[in-house]
């Protein structure tokens, strides 16, 4: 994933009224006045939240009609989950490492050591 998509993706993340707009649309697509309704909170204001989530690919907009639903879209999450996953193997084998480091100090010298 490059460096930009990323920081849009965690930049749009980082705001609570974001992440639960998200979570009402994992139900299922929603107008711009569903998504506003449990908000105190204009829907030009929701709609400013809708265009960062957008601008990090994590919802598009289609025309039904009328009606413009909103639907949450899962690859940037998928993305970043997965650059998370990549570190989190990277520190959990770095502190496997140090854990072994430190029962061998730990157990002081063997036998087998050379005497100074």
Do not use: C
Request: a negative charge.
């Amino acid at each position: 994933m490059p460096p930009a998509d990323l920081d849009a993706t965690f930049i749009a993340l980082a705001d609570p009224t974001r992440r639960a707009i998200l979570a009402r649309l994992a139900a299922g697509e929603a107008t711009v006045m569903d998504l506003a309704a449990p908000f105190a909170m204009s829907q030009p204001a929701i709609s400013k939240h809708l265009k960062v989530l957008e601008h990090a690919g994590l919802v598009t907009r289609s025309r039904d009609g009328q009606k413009r639903p909103v639907r949450a879209q899962t690859e940037p999450l998928k993305a970043a989950t997965s650059w998370m996953e990549d570190y989190v193997r990277a520190l959990e084998a770095s502190y496997q490492r140090l854990d072994g480091l430190l029962e061998e100090l730990q157990a002081g010298p063997t036998s087998t050591d050379p005497v100074n």
